[in-house]
């Protein structure tokens, strides 16, 4: 399977809503568009900071259509498949794949503890009913646990389509292991966390899906392209220039900085999904003097 697409800066593009709380199609285009133009390298659909939880099933084909049609085959287009249930998954998988996507990202299952098995059987079960697709796994602890680089590499080596992973433990060494292990396979390690895409390039990551992508796209791609062509010196600089904004999302409360920030700088995406509301006040404050600081307003 041809995995050499997978690579750059992926955006978990956030979801525009409504006061109804629906998909806002406009603004979403507009945010495609935005991201494009930035220079992204791929869309990812329905992450953590794309809000996927408050996204109703009447409505996941429809931003799947909406992206597709707007993106035009400019960049590839990716969907986040999360669920408890594997079943649920496996539907949501299928829904993607007849629409068309380029790939699926997979996170492990909330509030319940599988074990090792259950979770090679969740994603084997879900990546073969889409064999055509790439799957990456999404491997972020903030579900209670992580899915480690052994079970990774278990799975890229034993199931066709598993193809990758964005990793978003935070923790260098494990995206490391990640790499090592998978070196000489198709395997693709992106980094999950904005403040480590440079320090993730430099152990073999292929690229990042970075949140921060949504409203200073330019930023991120700039640490890659630097990277790619051998310019460490400004691929540093690019990334402690994007590291205090991305430090200033942890002044709100998961996942609403990234709507805060956005519409601080003007991009109009409206409010989270209740019962998240964006922030006011002290925190507004905050986030904004960050911002003031580092030149972006």
């Known amino acids: 399977m041809d995995t050499e697409f997978i690579k750059g800066v992926i955006v978990p593009i956030l979801t525009p809503i409504d006061k109804e709380e629906h998909i806002n199609e406009p603004v979403l285009r507009r945010m495609v568009n935005y991201v494009i133009n930035g220079g992204v390298h791929g869309i990812l659909l ?6 996927f939880f408050g996204v109703e ?30 079943r649920r998954c496996v539907k949501n998988a299928r829904i993607a794949a007849e629409k068309g996507v380029q790939g699926i990202s997979v996170l492990q299952p909330m509030f319940v503890s599988p074990s090792e ?18 799957v990456l796994i999404y491997n972020n602890p903030r579900v209670g646990y992580g899915v480690n680089p052994q079970l990774g590499a278990r799975l890229n080596e034993s199931v066709e389509n598993i193809v990758g992973v964005k990793d978003s433990s935070g923790n260098i060494s494990i995206l490391a ?22 320090a993730s390039l430099a152990q073999g990551a292929v690229g990042c899906v970075a949140t921060t992508a949504n409203f200073l796209p330019t930023y991120v791609v700039d640490i890659y392209h630097y990277f790619m062509s051998g310019d460490w010196k400004s ?42 509301r964006s ?9 904004k003097k960050v911002l003031l600081q580092e030149g972006v307003l």
Do not use: M, W
Request: hydrophobic share 40%; glycine share 8%; net charge negative.
């Open 46 to 51: 329905y992450g953590s900071n794309g809000e």
């Open 57 to 86: 099933d009447d409505e996941f084909a429809y931003g799947i259509e909406v992206v597709l049609d707007e993106a035009k085959g400019r960049v590839p287009v990716y969907v986040g498949i999360a669920s408890v249930t594997t």
């Open 117 to 134: 098995e259950d979770l090679y059987l969740h994603y084997k079960t879900i990546a073969d009913v889409v064999p055509e697709l790439p």
């Open 177 to 198: 292991e990640y790499v090592r292990l998978t070196c000489n396979t198709n395997f693709r390690v992106l980094a999950g966390k904005d403040t480590l895409i440079y």
């Open 235 to 276: 691929a540093l600089d690019a990334q402690f220039r994007l590291t205090p904004i991305r430090n200033a999302l942890d002044l709100a409360k998961f996942p609403v900085g990234t709507k805060d920030i956005a519409n601080l700088i003007g991009l109009d995406v409206g409010a989270p999904y209740l019962p998240n």
């Open 279 to 287: 922030s006011e006040g002290e925190t507004l404050a905050k986030i």
